[in-house]
């Protein structure tokens, strides 16, 4: 368990209206009333410009992620009539508090798929799929966030299937979305079963889901899909920015974190996956950089720019539906992309 040391704080940056609310909020998202114990208060740092930064005692809430979620993200500043704006839009955490990836990304840009359909799929047919993604040249193959556990194709006889039709090489990260209560035992058995990279519906199940998956010492690589965060992160009113989700889902654990894409189909901006970007691969003290994935209407026409754009390493190209319109198929479609950026 972590120990957070004596005066350690959690700093947060908040686009706030009305001015002069920042004290409230630091109010709201500690003691909950003006009245109480003034060594958990928040206070302000700064106030002005419709930005106000707060500091809390970061043992209000230690590593406890929901609560820190609960407190700084989701809490009465942003339910409380009171408030026009309270959106977090920078967040800095002690070092060590989460536990960060566990994986490093490598020092290249790298070409990743989706199996599809989403769903319909026999456990068979999803392994010729991967497959064939596979000799494309993709070196990460991955569930659909769609795909869970369906009668027609449950989850054990998915994993069993790809892990005997795909090299060792490639990353096959099986999908273990489900009931929170055997997260990390469906983690570890399709581990068992021989996936190579386990995937979570990260905002959808809880961000805290990457956290238990990282502290299980799996052996293998975590994909935190963003699925769910777009409700939080679409207002420009409340809620919480896309660059401060995709540190903490880098905090909490994951080895593959989405940026979004230039121009894509998806709704960041472009300066928007830049400051993603530099959440996931820039410094942060006590946790190595994992791979920055971009995705959202990437193929072989549009690889190379979406590489130029993002600039550096450490990028995976996921690609999906795109690759399956390519003219020779879904292999080529791959092979397309991973030449598109030789």
Known sequence: MTVVGDGAVIRAEYALAPGGRADALAMEASLGMPEGPGFVRGRVVAEGGGLAVLEFPAANWGPNLPMLLSSLVAGEGGEGRSFDRVRLVGLDLPPGLLPGPAYAAPGDIGVGAIVKPSLGLLPAEVAEVAVALAAGGARLVKDDELLGDPDWCPLDRRVEAV??????????????TGPVDGLVARARRVVDLGATGV???AFAAGLDAVRALRDAGLGVPIFAHRVGSGPWARNDRFGVTGAVLARLTRLAGADYVQVGAFGGKLFDSDDEVRAQLDAVRGPLDGAVAPVAVIGGGIGPGNARAQAEAAGG?????????AAYHHPGGVEAGVAATCAALR
């Open 163 to 176: 892990a005997a039709a795909l090299p060792r090489s490639v990353v096959y990260c099986a999908n273990v």
């Open 199 to 201: 995937m979570v519906n």
């Open 313 to 321: 390493t450490g990028l995976l190209m996921l690609l999906g539906s």
